[in-house]
């Protein structure tokens, strides 16, 4: 039973983590408006992965804690988890709301040309920043779940 846990955990890991490191990487790669719109398609589409392994992967944590009786007296894993509700509220409170706007202002200059609009390439570079820390705390999280330093 341990096993199949940590091997749905893992798989859980790897679909939230594997679709946040991807998805600015194909949003950032649109030159022209016509790929943004293609480039939101793909990634509203691909936004259900982290949804669903996110809540595999808080099931199955906590099953393994349990099983395993470590509860919260590691410090690496209380640390794991902070980072990880820190992550969860950049994405869903801070990134997506942002890029929702964006979308909306692309699909509404559909007629208006493939030109992408300078204030949409400004925003883009702000949430940037907000995608690349969130994927440093991905690093710091998965090298806290491997390491387990202290």
């Not at 039973?1 to 091997?7: A, D, E, K, P, R």
């Not at 980072?83 to 909306?104: A, D, F, T, W």
């Amino acid at each position: 039973m341990l096993g199949l846990l940590l091997v749905l955990h893992i798989l859980a890991t790897i679909a939230v983590i594997g679709t946040a490191f991807v998805v600015p990487f194909i949003r950032r790669s649109a030159r022209t408006a016509g790929q943004l719109r293609f480039a939101f398609s793909i990634t509203t589409k691909l936004a259900l992965l982290p949804k669903i392994g996110g809540a595999v992967l808080i099931v199955t944590g906590i099953w393994l804690m349990i099983i395993t009786k470590m509860g919260l007296s590691q410090m690496w894993l209380n640390l794991s988890i902070l980072l990880s509700l820190l992550m969860i509220v950049m994405i869903g409170g801070l990134i997506e709301p942002r890029m929702k706007k964006i979308m909306q202002i692309v699909s509404e200059r559909q007629s208006q040309g493939d030109e992408v609009p300078a204030g949409l390439t400004r925003s883009m570079r702000k949430i940037t920043l907000l995608e690349s820390t969130a994927q440093l705390l991905m690093i710091a999280i998965t090298v806290l779940m491997v390491v387990k330093p202290f």
